[in-house]
């Protein structure tokens, strides 16, 4: 497994270093330009950190694709799986590799911009400089979770492209499912609670109040920020060791029909839309013409089953059956 694990780093040795120059460069030139005299409209001074945390954010949806994507290639996933490693050794290792590919350019980032805001804090003092190191932990714990989620959903596919359309299409899932359950039962998750439902939402949350305390104001956590980015992370990567058996690889460039995939979010999709709020004509045909197109995409041909008519029927059946209970009778559809 070591030298496997060596075999890895040499692979992807320039995408490592190319990744940290992309990464680096450009945040070191905005951290560079920081004048700690002029203040933002929010009364401090921005040390940009949310910018990195974006750079973070998005190493760990281009991470997957760089380690996994050899699972989506027939000839690929033939030579590694004819590897003499055991199968959860190999994801370990590909894992791993993964990891490196998102903390060493957001390692060499981190410290680059850190280096030109303690240099524009030396006189001014206006920032909290020991306030990033548990910033550069915490944005470790948020980073290992979203790339254990985004690589588990990448991996439930069986190519590229629908790989990144699992990750992006699990991005808002949560926060859509909290507006939806707010209008069913007319109550409040709250705002936050909300927006920690995102597959990022906890990330943004953190680099807010990391910015505020950097800059000497105090601030309010909240459990939320911590506790579902960490659950998704846990179960994302437990599910993605148990399932590895049932991981066959003749499905490579095959069509994805994992029940992680287009079969859960399809449906799911389609019901909350037609719960949210009042239907017109033009939105609900929007809505079916969306889960029409979904599934299009999905069995990749125009004319498919009617097993996937009666998913896209159910679908549509089961939210408007929702929203007769929800704030929003479905009988209120505005010609």
């Known amino acids: ?13 320039w995408a490592l ?40 954010g998005l190493l760990c949806f281009l991470a997957p694709p760089f380690v996994f994507s050899f699972k989506m290639n027939k000839r690929g996933v033939d030579a590694y799986y004819a590897l003499p490693l055991k199968r959860w050794k190999l994801y370990l290792v590909k ?25 524009a804090n030396a006189e001014s003092h206006v920032f909290q400089l020991r306030m990033y190191v548990p910033a ?12 254990a989620l985004n690589t588990f959903l990448f991996t439930r596919a069986n190519t590229v492209a629908d790989g990144f359309i699992f990750m992006l299409a699990y991005l808002p899932l949560g926060y859509f499912a ?34 505020r305390l950097i800059c000497g104001n105090a601030v309010k956590w909240s459990a939320w920020t911590f506790v579902f980015p960490i659950v998704l992370g846990v179960a994302a ?67 498919f089953s009617w097993k996937w008519w009666v998913m896209i029927g159910g679908a549509i059946a089961i939210g408007l059956l929702l929203n007769t209970f929800s704030v929003h009778p479905f009988w209120k559809i505005v010609v």
């Not at 030298?3 to 040499?10: I, N, P, R």
């Not at 550069?136 to 790339?147: D, M, N």
Request: glycine share 8%; charged share 15%; hydrophobic share 50%.
């Open 1 to 13: 497994m070591r030298k496997f694990l060596k075999y890895e780093l040499k692979k992807h040795l």
């Open 17 to 56: 270093v190319v990744l940290s120059v992309v990464c680096a460069i450009p945040y070191m030139i905005v951290t560079s330009q920081i004048d700690t005299h002029y203040p933002t409209i929010y009364g401090y001074v921005d040390p940009s950190l949310s910018m990195i945390a974006v750079f973070l």
């Open 95 to 119: 894992g791993i590799m993964g990891l490196l590919l998102v903390f060493i350019p957001f390692t060499v980032a981190f410290l680059g911009g850190f280096l030109f805001v303690a240099g």
């Open 136 to 147: 550069y932990f915490g944005f470790l714990l948020f980073g290992l979770c979203l790339y």
């Open 178 to 211: 909290a507006e939806w359950y707010n209008n069913f039962t007319a109550l409040d998750v709250g705002y936050k609670a909300q927006e920690s439902l995102l597959t990022v939402g906890g990330l943004s949350d953190f680099t807010n109040k990391m910015t």
């Open 237 to 303: 990567s437990v599910l993605l060791f148990v399932t590895l058996p049932f991981e066959k690889g003749e499905n490579a460039e095959q069509i994805s029909e994992s029940w992680f995939g287009y079969k859960l979010f399809i449906p799911v999709y389609t019901a909350m839309f037609f719960t949210d709020g009042y239907l017109d004509i033009g939105l609900l045909c929007m809505i079916v013409v969306g889960a029409i197109v979904a599934t299009v995409v999905f069995r990749r041909k125009f004319r």
